[in-house]
């Protein structure tokens, strides 16, 4: 049995305004995942800068920001056995045009960026996450 692990997810601002929180949610839930935070919440540009912190000098940057900045996005942290390789393995490759059917980008999402979900790549990094999303105020 994999140790339990905690992970951050955002349902991203795209998954939102399309009504999916619902859908995607009951994803992680039927998987067994627990709902550990959640929270509704509009970010701007600087809190982004600080998320995708090691993104910011891309050139696909800016256009990032103005996406997860343009409209409410839902933050959680979920937990269970694996709990980071599971997430990542349900959210499916980066681009949803060649995401997997079946995942949550495969389904949702027909874009490199606005790919509806995001979710910590690994347990440091899901450290940083929740940090900065839930234990800084
Ligand atoms: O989210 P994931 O870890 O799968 O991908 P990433 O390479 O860490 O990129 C973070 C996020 O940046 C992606 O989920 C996309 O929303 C966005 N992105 C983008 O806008 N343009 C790219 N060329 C690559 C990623
Ligand atoms: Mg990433």
């Given at each position: ?13 795209d ?45 696909w940057?800016?256009p990032l920001?103005?996406y997860i ?25 980066t681009d949803g ?12 999402a027909?874009s490199n960026r606005e790919n ?22």
């Amino acid at each position: 049995m994999s140790e339990v692990q905690r992970t951050f997810v955002l349902i991203k601002p795209d998954a939102v305004r399309r009504g999916l929180v619902g859908a995607i949610l009951a994803r992680y839930e039927n998987k067994g995942l627990a709902i550990e935070a959640l929270q509704l919440r509009t970010i701007d540009g600087e809190f982004a800068d600080r998320h995708y912190a090691e993104h910011v000098d891309a050139s696909w940057y800016p256009p990032l920001r103005g996406y997860i900045t343009s409209g409410p996005l839902v933050a959680l942290v979920l937990s269970g056995p694996g709990a980071v390789e599971a997430v990542r393995t349900m959210h499916g490759a980066t681009d949803g045009i060649t995401a997997a059917p079946g995942s949550v980008r495969g389904d949702y999402a027909l874009s490199n960026r606005e790919n509806a979900v995001h979710a910590s790549d690994s347990v440091a990094s899901a450290e940083r996450e929740i940090g900065l999303w839930f234990d800084a105020s």
